[in-house]
């Protein structure tokens, strides 16, 4: 059994290696699922309130209340898979959650990019509107998850895969450490 949780921030890649996942067969859990769903559940469009109803959840139910939320469904995954992968951890405290939950069989991945390709990325995902277009801006979206407490979560990573090149070439180094495990990374 192992959990692989990846962290990093907005567009840097996650939902790209959580792409390369899912082709190998790899279970994905994507923690921002629970978000999106408390959204609808509160008639409110995830497009425009995720990150606010991220803080909304974490001030009504504390810090891991997101982790807390998306554990059964790692379990249930694990029942029928060697291996899941856990999409969007955000903070230390969900680092703490998944590792008193997991133990040794936890391994956390920073997944890293320059601003400048993020920028692009979420430009073109149509994800880094302006304030003015009722939207966050990157720097406004890295502050807010940065708030969370994910430069202590990236800074606990177990290993780092860089997003520096091209999609084929990060691809690759994802591939590499889903089937080969971190020790390739080095």
Avoid: Y
Avoid at 13 to 28: H, N, Q, T, W
Avoid at 70 to 75: D, E, K, Y
Avoid at 98 to 117: S, Y
Wanted: aromatic share 2%.
């Amino acid at each position: 059994m192992q959990v692989i949780g990846t962290v990093g921030l907005p567009g840097s890649g996650k939902s790209e290696a959580a792409e390369v996942a899912r082709d190998l067969g790899i279970p994905v859990v994507t923690m921002g699922d629970v978000i999106r769903q408390e959204c609808r559940d509160r008639g409110l469009d995830p497009a425009t309130h995720h990150g606010k109803i991220a803080q909304k959840l974490r001030e009504e139910n504390g810090p891991g209340a997101i982790a807390e939320r998306s554990l059964p469904v790692i379990r249930e995954r694990l029942e029928e898979a060697e291996t899941v992968l856990v999409d969007g951890i955000r903070s230390g405290t969900e680092v703490d959650i998944f590792e008193d939950a997991f133990g040794a069989e936890f391994v956390l991945v920073r997944i890293a990019a320059p601003d400048e390709a993020r920028a692009k990325r979420l430009d073109l995902r149509g994800r880094d509107a302006s304030a003015d277009e009722g939207g966050e801006s990157l720097a406004e979206r890295d502050q807010r998850e940065l708030g969370f407490g994910m430069d202590e979560a990236m800074d606990r990573a177990d290993v780092t895969v860089d997003n520096d090149g091209s999609l084929e070439a990060f691809h690759e180094r994802v591939r590499t450490l889903l089937t080969e495990g971190p020790e390739a990374m080095a």
